[in-house]
Nanobody, 127 residues
Framework: QVQLVESGGGLVQAGGSLRLSCAAS????????MGWFRQAPDKGREFVAA????????YYADSVKGRFTISRDNANNTIYLQMSSLKREDTAIYSC????????????????????WGQGTQVTVSS
């Protein structure tokens, strides 16, 4: 089992930047495909970004493409979400998630396809 802990959230003005981190313990992170999801008040959980085990391939929601960058440092068991040009609509609780590798197609944008979740970190963007 892997434990995930997010950090780096906070209050930022629109147009600003934040970098979220997700530190893993318990298992080697390189064994897992990883994703970031977010949930705004009174809304469902929304896919943000995902990254393969090696970090070679990344995926993004259309709403964040060109503004957010997901990356990973397997040596340090950490993944990151660099967020730039933040908008008020980016306000949400951001959670990282780990998906156990399987040889079948990876539905990276579906939250139920992830096995482990962090507790989340709040990001608030003010105008």
């Amino acid at each position: 089992q892997v434990q995930l802990v997010e950090s780096g959230g906070g209050l930022v003005q629109a147009g600003g930047s934040l970098r979220l981190s997700c530190a893993a313990s318990g298992r080697t992170l390189s064994n897992y495909r990883m994703g970031w999801f977010r949930q705004a008040p009174d809304k469902g959980r929304e896919f943000v970004a995902a990254i393969t085990r090696t970090g070679v391939t990344t995926y993004y929601a259309d709403s964040v493409k060109g503004r957010f960058t997901i990356s990973r440092d397997n040596a340090n068991n950490t993944i990151y979400l660099q967020m730039s040009s933040l908008k008020r609509e980016d306000t949400a609780i951001y959670s990282c998630a780990a998906a156990t590798f399987s040889p079948t197609r990876w539905h990276y944008s579906i939250s139920s396809k992830y096995n482990y979740w962090g507790q989340g970190t709040q990001v608030t963007v003010s105008s």
